[in-house]
């Protein structure tokens, strides 16, 4: 009997130590819970941020692409400098969309004449269309085809030519940029063309535009 009443506090006095040990770990978590939540919640709207970015990248970058027909001001192409840093950074970490903007209204004809000899009415001849075409935007934008539409002199059409990228684009261009059907043209990128054409007998006049056939047809020059 005196081993057992004297070995009973001793088991007492061994569980407390671990029940304040415990108790001081479990508090120690619920103070961290917010902060941890807080973290999680933080990684995973970054994250979610930079996946819909590589999704939608183009679409965006169209959006906000400053045009250098309006004459941006520094601080806004400081601004789009910084977005295009930060798209360059997370396509190095996920897989991004390579592929050119489609927009009409980026492209500027600076010059279009199509020469044509007054005294040679009525006769079928050769001729040279002589194009300045721009990409007005800070992005890349995909390559037009080029719709000349031919009419007599009552503004009748006479007949409708589509040149497409590979018919128009300089070879030594192609050559530089082997990627050019899914790159598109760099930003700025100016074109200077002359297109040999052999115009009918009845040409009087000529409709020059930019148009992506799939899609619906831009305003003509």
């Known amino acids: 009997m005196p081993n057992q009443i004297s070995n ?10 671990n029940r304040v040990i415990a108790g001081t770990f479990v508090a120690k978590i619920n103070r961290h819970r917010p902060q941890a939540l ?8 970054t994250i979610s941020c930079f996946v819909v970015w590589s ?7 169209h959006f906000l692409a400053p045009s250098i027909d309006k004459n941006p001001s520094p601080i806004a192409l400081h ?8 798209d360059r950074v997370i396509c190095k970490v996920l897989p991004c969309a390579r592929a050119a903007a489609i927009d009409f209204k980026a492209w500027r004809f600076q010059l279009a004449n199509l020469g044509m000899d007054e005294a040679k009415r009525g006769e079928e001849v050769q001729s040279i269309l002589q194009i300045e075409l721009q990409n007005r935007l800070l992005i890349p934008v995909a390559i037009p085809h080029l719709e000349l539409t031919l009419s007599d002199a009552d503004e009748n059409t006479i007949t409708q030519i589509l040149i497409g990228p590979r018919e128009w684009l300089p070879k030594t261009w192609q050559n530089a940029h082997p990627d050019f059907e899914q790159t ?22 000529y409709r020059l535009r930019v148009a992506y056939p799939s899609f619906t047809q831009s305003p003509s020059l």
């Open 184 to 205: 598109g043209a760099p930003p700025k990128e100016q074109f200077n063309l002359s297109i040999p054409l052999r115009l009918p007998a009845n040409t009087a006049g």
């Open 8 to 17: 009973a506090p001793l088991i007492e006095d061994a569980e407390i130590p």
């Open 38 to 45: 807080f973290i999680a919640t933080g990684l995973f709207i």
């Open 79 to 86: 601004g789009f400098e910084l977005i295009q840093t930060m």
């Open 55 to 61: 999704l939608w990248r183009i679409p965006i970058l």
